[in-house]
């Protein structure tokens, strides 16, 4: 292995959210005199305009920094800060794959929450070098021999070598970084053997095009040479090879080993592959890297812009953040009620709401957004298969022979006291208990088999309520189970709404349907005629409201005289509502469609 390469460490910071990953980035960056002083501020790896404001990371970020160690030798360390959220864990899979270590950073205070677990799974499974650092140390309530406990026990990794820091003070941090030296190793691979180079992150720039970040495992990438991705077979050349130290930075090349940025020029964001594997045109590589699972989302929801003229700037979109988020996905599809639009996947709720907000952000779109759905296997009497994504394609109840639904098991976490609470919740849920163990004298993990669907909604919503804020949950899909569940149907005086359809348990069929219209009710505004609002499962009418009518007071010029003048004058009014509902279409606000996002709950 040469010399150069000895001297470089690949490593990710993971940590469940709020636990200091990006304040610890902050130091890391402050103390190897990466960032002038101009540059600094608080979590600096967070740029994105959504990030500083929900005080989140939501994309992993990369950036070279050089370290003198203690015995005077000059390191250069890749750091990758990732999110810690359960939405975003495709992000921290897709960085642990371009690195030999991993700092798991846990709460002094806190100590080990779900992702804690999740994300050093995810480390343990791609074999890094796992290396505890207990974090907050400062913290009054701090309980380091507490907490180390706890990671022994629930995440099952020794503790010997963890270190004790506090990102917001610095104590501690020099000390990190020479662990980080010693203890993750350099990477491997053959810088004599052809080009290899895992893309693990992509963006579109107006300018240079779609911009890959990668990780050079074999040979070396230089500037300006014929460059072939693997999956599509397209020679181009590279226009730009540099580094970031935090910003951009051209380089001559990337040697083997070392994490950097491609632009070659590629104005398709198609073209353009997370999991791919770059080599040269000219001596290219026999056979690509592993890449990435393909990712299946956990919900769905549509996206339709409001103008229907913004069709296509909603698809080039769409495809530019799938360039940046391979866990978003899209496919094309139409609605009675809203037009052309995109069925889109997501990991959760909180990646809906992200992707939604960028793309109106960062591409100026108005959209309307439909309530969030899971995937149902749906079996026919005729023995085919169907996946159904809209509640609203369900085949009528005659050819329907079973329904099965996604189940998940999910991990919770939470302070002992809360487990009566938490236990409730997942019954009310028709969770199955798996089991409960009670760590030290304050933590629990629950394991509850859950329907998705009952979860997509607003569960982490109730879980945090119930437990003022202190659990946190972690989950994966472990099959399909079959239901007794039936479409309940929204119907606007008379016509159904495909996109409010929903898919339920017959039992609680009733309560969603009356507390949707209730909802929806209170989002419509009012018409010059009365509004009937109606719950259906199939043509039988399960729940009714109805808007109140705009009245005009046509009689306001008629001072005294005979009544048979104001009656008359009323009568022509009625008449004309009359045509005006036979006429009129509804206008269905935005938050009429998310209505069903908090509809759950409510009593009957």
């Not at 990438?221 to 910003?247: H, Y």
Request: proline fraction near 5%.
């Amino acid at each position: 292995m040469p010399d150069a390469q000895q001297r470089v460490r690949n490593f990710a910071i993971i940590a469940h959210i709020d636990h200091g990953k990006s304040t610890l980035a902050d130091r890391l960056l402050e103390l190897t005199g990466t960032l002038s002083e101009r540059q600094q501020s608080d979590q600096f790896l967070d740029k994105m305009e959504l990030e500083q404001e929900r005080g989140i990371t939501i994309k992993a970020q990369t950036v070279r920094m050089r370290h003198v160690a203690r015995d005077g030798t000059e390191y250069e360390l890749n750091l990758i800060d990732t999110p810690g959220h359960v939405d975003f864990h495709y992000e921290v899979s897709r960085s642990l794959a371009a690195c030999e270590g991993a700092l798991l950073v846990v709460d002094a205070a806190q100590g080990v929450e779900a992702q804690t677990v999740a994300n050093a799974e995810i480390a343990v499974a791609t074999g890094l070098e796992l290396i505890p650092v207990l974090n907050k140390i400062d913290l009054p309530n701090a309980d380091p021999e507490r907490v180390l406990r706890e990671i022994e026990d629930i995440v099952g990794i020794p503790t010997g070598d963890a270190l004790r820091v506090s990102a917001k003070t610095g104590e501690g941090v020099e000390d990190l970084l020479e662990a980080v030296v010693a203890l993750v190793p350099p990477p491997s691979g053959n810088p004599s053997e052809p080009l290899r180079a895992l893309v693990f992150d992509s963006w579109y720039d107006a300018y240079l095009g779609a911009t890959m970040l990668v990780r050079v495992v074999d040979g070396a990438l230089v500037d300006k040479s014929k460059l072939r991705l693997m999956a599509s077979g397209r020679d181009q050349e590279a226009s730009l090879v540099g580094v970031l130290v935090p910003d951009a930075a051209r380089v001559p090349g990337i040697e083997c080993g070392e994490v950097g940025i491609v632009a070659a020029g590629i104005r398709d964001p198609k073209a353009v592959q997370i999991g791919d594997t770059l080599t040269e045109s000219n001596r290219p590589a026999a056979t690509p890297l592993p890449g990435f699972q393909p990712l299946q989302p956990m919900v769905w929801s549509g996206l339709y812009p409001t103008d229907s003229g913004d069709y296509d700037a909603l698809r080039s979109a769409i495809e530019k953040l799938q360039l940046n988020d391979s866990s978003f996905s899209a496919e094309p599809e139409s609605s009675g009620a809203l037009g052309f639009g995109f069925r889109c996947g997501y990991l959760g709720l909180l990646h809906l709401e992200i992707a939604q907000e960028r793309l109106e952000r960062e591409y100026g779109l108005d959209l309307i957004v439909t309530a969030p759905t899971v995937v149902y296997k749906i079996r026919l009497h005729s023995g085919a298969e169907i996946d159904l994504h809209r509640p609203s394609d369900l085949p009528p109840p005659g050819d329907v022979d079973e329904i099965r639904e996604p189940v998940i098991l999910a991990q919770i976490h939470v302070p002992a006291e809360y487990i009566g609470p938490v236990i409730s919740l997942c019954q009310e849920r028709r969770g199955t208990q798996r089991d409960l163990a009670v760590h030290s004298d304050r933590r629990a993990v629950l394991r509850y088999q859950l329907p998705l669907a009952e979860v997509a909604v607003d569960f982490y919503d109730r879980l945090k309520s119930c437990t003022r804020g202190y659990a946190s949950m972690d989950y994966e899909l472990v099959g399909f189970a079959a239901e007794d569940l039936v479409r309940v149907d929204v119907l606007v005086n008379g016509e159904a709404v495909d996109a409010l359809a929903i898919i339920t348990h017959r039992e609680s069929a009733q309560r969603r349907g009356l507390s949707l219209i209730r909802k929806m009710k209170e989002s419509i505004p009012r018409q010059m005629y009365e509004v009937a609002i109606q719950a259906s499962i199939g043509t039988r009418v399960i729940a009714r409201v109805n808007v109140k009518a705009l009245r005009k007071n046509v009689t306001a010029k008629c001072y005294g005289g005979d009544v048979t003048r104001k009656k008359k004058l009323l009568q022509r009014q009625k008449e004309g509502k009359k045509r005006m509902k036979k006429l009129g279409q509804v206008e269905i606000p935005q938050e009429a469609f998310l209505a069903v996002l908090s509809s759950g709950d409510e009593a009957n």
